[in-house]
């Protein structure tokens, strides 16, 4: 079945740095990918819509600036959190679309210091 | 817009009992309609869709749910419920092939031995 990664599967970073996470389908290829963020027991919320070769879509709300997202292939999106605050701790999901439907990555724990 | 509700926070079953998860959805157009279930740190794992055709769909370990036009419902049912069914369950949906999916607030279900 159709695989999808995340890495790093955790990290910590310090309040004002830069966190990059990536995201790859390991066995197809997607030309959209998703990224979610999930605060500790609650649902996922869309941050944006990662399409290959073209600008992210982001949600109403979601700062474009701070969440960089690339979509450099079709098996890579990467979102980078700049300019970390402890507010960005959170849990990053990622998916990827094939046909009709999203397969979903492990996940990202980031926390922010 | 489109929205689902999990109208329950928690359910909790006997081994062995049956267990229904309920989910109503909002959505303009047909639905594509989704459960994924979550165990503690980890991404999401697909059970089951519904597209089109047979309104009972039969999904991974067991599950099943039945698509409900008239009610605009996608409950969530296994027969015969396990420990290890105890976890996070979301319900989502999107309009056709758009792949945006918006999720419900999550369902815990805890079954006891």
């Known amino acids: 079945g159709a695989v999808v990664s995340q890495h790093p599967s955790w990290v910590i970073c310090k309040s004002g740095t830069s966190v990059k996470i990536e995201c790859r389908s390991l066995d197809f290829q997607a030309t959209t990918m998703f990224w979610y963020r999930q605060f500790p027991k609650q649902s996922l919320m869309l941050m944006a819509t990662s399409n290959e070769g073209s600008k992210a879509t982001y949600e109403q709300g979601v700062e474009k600036d701070k969440f960089l997202i690339n979509h450099a292939s079709l098996t890579l999106s990467t979102l980078t959190v700049t300019s970390a605050h402890p507010e960005d701790s959170s849990f990053y999901i990622c998916?990827?679309?094939?046909?009709?439907?999203?397969?979903f990555g492990p996940g990202t724990r980031l926390t922010v210091t | 817009a489109q929205s689902v509700a999990q109208p329950e926070d928690q359910v909790n079953v006997a081994e062995g009992n049956p267990l229904t998860v309920k989910c109503t959805y909002s959505v303009s157009g047909n639905p594509y309609l989704f459960w994924y279930v979550q165990y503690p740190n980890r991404g999401l794992q697909f059970l089951l869709k519904?597209?089109?055709?047979?309104?009972l769909v039969k999904g991974s370990y067991g599950f099943e749910a039945e698509f409900n036009k008239s009610q605009t419902s996608f409950h969530l049912k296994k027969p015969s419920a396990l420990v290890s069914d105890s976890a996070l369950y979301f319900c989502a949906v999107s309009r056709s092939n758009d792949y945006k999916l918006s999720f419900g607030a999550g369902t815990t279900v805890t079954v006891r031995a």
């Open positions: 998916s990827a679309a094939q046909t009709d439907e999203q397969y």
């Open positions: 519904y597209i089109t055709g047979d309104n």
